[in-house]
């Protein structure tokens, strides 16, 4: 999927230029077939918005240009209590907002930790590839799940098939990087949490803008892959214990205060770009860390209504270009329900990519790969 092509939004817009929130282009194809590519501006689309837009996009029932844009405006509700919350003593584990800079004289190197090393160098390419993973498969590692964390925690102990979903890829992702890891280092998984049912007051599920906040979950690489003496080449226990870390960082989101610091945090920035900076810091994507973006709920079920077509998109992807340490688990029928299977793209650097296709690695799960 070449962006340069198919969207009309190409190029990420730099400090100080104006990008449009959203643009469509539509390429029709010899020997039929239609592609409908969307591009909108994160700082104003989160995941929930995109779903309402496209299904807003597809009924095509507004009568009067920006009629329901001026409704729903005028019915949000107001945060900028939320901007005055107290931050003294909070603690934001998905920020970094230090100025250390890491610089290190060569003879420092060998006291270095991997992960300042990596600071020091110069990433290798990072390549992309979509993975499929079949929903029985997914059932049967959660639904194990399910039974040892109850056993464990207690019968109300839960985690979702996202959870899990994103708990293999954590998992087999660190594994992929053990050898330029050192088993000490820090691994994060981050994810969005959507902020509109648990502000105060609510927002509708369907409310427009970018209405989302990011929760973290982090651990040594040891602890994460289970690396006590020897790694296990049954990665199940270390998968079923990732989930649960990543189900209680989530579950962190709906506590009081925790949205409203967020909010508080991103006002008293100087620059709107420092959030981004810090995050990426923290995380460390192209080293030990993985971002997670589920876009399950975003499209896979909006009949668009063009003639000529089936209605519903056959396929949904993405065009954006490849960043180390990022997946997305792509839109999927019925979001989370039903037999479709299961779609995650991954961009690792490609020596990681090549071992974690391997069949005792994330190849032991999925059905299938292409690049």
Not at 23 to 46: E, N, P, Q
Not at 58 to 80: A, L, W, Y
Not at 99 to 118: F, I, K, P, Q, W
Request: proline share 6%.
């Amino acid at each position: 999927m070449d962006k340069d092509i198919l969207s009309l939004s190409p190029n990420h817009p730099k400090p100080g230029e104006s990008c449009p929130p959203i643009t469509l282009k539509v390429t029709k194809f010899y020997k039929g077939g239609m592609m409908l590519c969307f591009s909108t501006h994160h700082a104003i689309f989160d995941g929930g918005f995109i779903r309402t837009f496209l299904e807003f996009f597809g009924k095509e029932t507004e009568k009067i240009p920006g009629q329901t844009f001026v409704r729903e405006h005028t019915s949000r509700p107001n945060m900028d209590h939320h901007t005055r919350t107290d931050i003294t003593n909070h603690v934001f584990p998905e920020y970094d907002f230090t100025t250390d800079t890491d610089l290190v004289s060569g003879m420092n190197r060998l006291n270095m930790s991997s992960t300042a090393m990596a600071q020091t160098q110069t990433p290798p390419r990072a390549v992309c590839v979509l993975f499929k993973l079949q929903n029985s498969t997914l059932q049967m590692l959660h639904g194990r799940a399910l039974t040892e964390l109850r056993d464990k925690y207690g019968p109300d102990a839960f985690v979702s098939m996202v959870d899990t979903l994103s708990a293999v890829v954590w998992v087999h992702t660190t594994r992929a990087r053990l050898p330029h890891l050192n088993l000490a280092d820090k691994t994060s998984f981050t994810t969005a949490a959507d902020a509109r049912a648990r502000l105060s007051p609510t927002f509708s599920a369907d409310s427009w803008g970018n209405v989302y906040t990011q929760t973290s979950a982090s651990t040594s690489v040891q602890d994460l892959v289970q690396a006590w003496g020897s790694i296990n080449s049954d990665s199940t226990p270390a998968i079923v214990a990732a989930a649960w870390r990543i189900r209680q960082a989530v579950s962190q989101v709906s506590t009081p205060g925790y949205i409203p610091s967020r909010i508080a945090l991103a006002a008293s920035l100087a620059d709107p770009l420092m959030e981004g900076v810090a995050f990426r810091k923290a995380l460390q994507p192209n080293h030990t860390g993985l971002g997670c973006s589920v876009w399950t709920h975003m499209g896979a079920d909006v009949d668009f209504g063009i003639p000529g077509t089936k209605g519903k998109a056959d396929y949904i992807r993405k065009t954006w270009s490849a960043n180390d340490g990022s997946m997305n688990i792509m839109q999927r029928r019925g979001i989370t329900k039903g037999e479709a299977p299961w779609e995650v793209l991954l961009a690792l650097r490609e020596d990681d990519m090549e071992r974690i296709c391997a069949p005792a690695e994330l190849g032991r799960w999925i059905s299938s790969w292409c690049a």
